[in-house]
């Protein structure tokens, strides 16, 4: 393999939440007063950490979301996950092909530790995920598209920023694996190529993403 580590984003990337989480935001955003429609929530918000979401009614509304906000979100987004939520289509088998080959990888995602792994969960994937091997927004600071993330949970896996690579699906992961000083492969599957054209390399399929992990 090409890299000493794989970095995942997990929304998007290994789960396939954001459909399902971006129509529950926008539809309780609308309810509160804050009209946003899907296609919004996909543009504003996907892949960033709540904070964000707080940040910009702020700014655009001069309001401020209420305190339970984001317990009343996740609780609905996490009944939602027992329902609906599945892997990406090809997760697996990538997860699989990197474990049989001994390749280092770990999850560093803009959702919480227990949205993670109430995903996981519910999909499966947490047979590939210890403890050590998750990575919240909620360790550091900053979320995406700070670097801080990223540079964290390659410290805390011991490999060297250049050395590792992510795995991202929105525009906000792959400016912040930039920062890191990290190659970034990015995930069309729902965000056109043109908005992560920062990537080092595009893929629409996760079978693609082994050729591209591989040394030619």
């Avoid at 989480?21 to 996907?46: I, K």
């Avoid at 929105?170 to 890191?180: D, N, Y």
């Avoid at 190529?193 to 893929?203: G, H, P, Q």
Wanted: net charge negative; with cysteine.
């Amino acid at each position: 393999m090409r890299y000493d580590l794989v970095i995942f984003d997990n929304d998007g990337v290994l789960v396939d939440s954001e459909p399902i989480s971006n129509r529950l935001l926008a539809g309780y955003l609308t309810e509160l007063g804050h009209p946003t429609s899907y296609e919004d929530s996909v543009r504003d918000y996907m892949g960033s950490a709540m904070h964000r979401v707080h940040d910009l009614v702020e700014e655009r509304t001069g309001q401020r979301l209420p305190d339970d906000f984001d317990d009343v979100f996740h609780g609905r987004v996490f009944a939602a996950f027992e329902r609906e939520l599945k892997p990406v289509a090809g997760a697996v088998e990538v997860l699989e092909t990197l474990a049989a080959d001994g390749v280092p990888y770990c999850v560093a995602s803009s959702g919480s530790h227990e949205r993670i792994r109430v995903g996981h969960r519910a999909t499966g994937l947490d047979r590939w995920f210890e403890d050590e091997r998750i990575f919240s927004s909620q360790d550091v600071g900053r979320g995406k598209p700070a670097p801080d993330l990223f540079l964290y949970a390659a410290e805390r896996m011991g490999v060297a920023p250049e050395r590792c690579v992510v795995v991202e699906d929105s525009p906000l992961g792959v400016q912040a694996a930039v920062a890191a000083g990290m190659d970034v492969y990015g995930f069309t599957s729902m965000t056109p190529a043109e908005k992560l054209a920062d990537a080092t390399r595009l893929f629409a399929r996760p079978a693609e993403l082994l050729g591209l992990l591989r040394k030619n």
